[in-house]
């Protein structure tokens, strides 16, 4: 299954200006429940999200900021907007893919999107 396949909302629903808990719950509504349970499952789809999810960690160090709700917030919301610009689209809540191989297939945006949601998950923030 690919995300073209998928029913879908715009990325930019996520970039709207909310508060840090809000856009890390929609996050995880929308696949990081799915996307971490199937890295979980495999270890070479855990070995690529956590490369993500350092990627994430080094920016927001390198911005000055911590990787906390906020931090992981504002990055998500910037990872967002310029997919957006770009058409990209993320998964509806429940819609996004369910194995390794989907997500292995997932485009850049989702894979870092799916980081973020590792390192709040990581950090107990979700």
Do not use: K
Request: net charge negative; with cysteine.
């Amino acid at each position: 299954m690919t995300n073209e396949n998928l029913a879908i909302a715009p990325l930019a629903d996520l970039a709207a200006a909310r508060p840090a808990d809000a856009v890390l719950d929609d996050l995880m509504a929308r696949i990081g429940v799915d996307g971490l349970a199937a890295a979980f499952a495999s270890p070479a789809l855990l070995a690529a999200i956590d490369q993500h999810a350092a990627a994430v960690r080094d920016a927001l160090a390198d911005a000055g900021r911590t990787a906390g709700a906020d931090g992981l917030a504002a990055y998500a919301r910037s990872i967002a907007a310029g997919a957006a610009r770009m058409g990209r689209t993320l998964p509806a809540a429940g819609r996004a893919p369910v194995d390794a191989a989907g997500w292995l297939r997932a485009e850049w945006s989702l894979q870092r999107l799916l980081g973020v949601c590792l390192l709040a998950v990581s950090s107990d923030l979700r």
